[in-house]
């Protein structure tokens, strides 16, 4: 049975950082990329960053470039999205879902796979 628990989230002040975890179980990572996604109120889910096998890392999201990164640790079958600078337009529910490939295809793809969210708020 494959679980994606996210966690991580709270209340982090704009400019703040804030390290979102995704442990993953009955998923190898070694083999299978994984995905962030977000959604905040009355807007529609968006595909963040994704990283494959092989470290690979795409972005999904120009609003996130040179703010948020992905990383991952197979030892602990966890992926991490670190995020910096933050701002209010960042408030969302943070998702990690599994593509069911190696590879990072599309954030609009098949994700049968998905964590329950982490919220995240952004304010002063």
């Known amino acids: 049975q494959v679980q994606l628990v996210e966690s991580g989230g709270g209340l982090v002040q704009p400019g703040g950082s804030l390290r979102l975890s995704c442990a993953v179980s009955?998923?190898?990572?070694?083999?299978?990329?994984i995905t962030w996604f977000r959604q905040a109120p009355g807007k529609e889910r968006e595909g963040i960053l994704c990283?494959?096998?092989?470290?690979?890392?795409?972005v999904y999201a120009d609003s996130v470039k040179g703010r948020f990164t992905i990383s991952r640790d197979n030892a602990k079958n966890t992926v991490y999205l670190q995020m910096m600078s933050l701002k209010p337009e960042d408030t969302a529910v943070y998702y990690c879902?599994?593509?069911?490939?190696?590879?990072?295809?599309?954030?609009?793809?098949?994700?049968?796979?998905w964590g329950q969210g982490t919220q995240v708020t952004v304010s002063s």
């Open positions: 009955g998923l190898n990572l070694d083999y299978y990329s």
């Open positions: 879902a599994s593509e069911w490939s190696a590879y990072c295809y599309s954030a609009s793809g098949n994700y049968p796979y």
């Open positions: 990283i494959s096998s092989g470290d690979g890392s795409t």
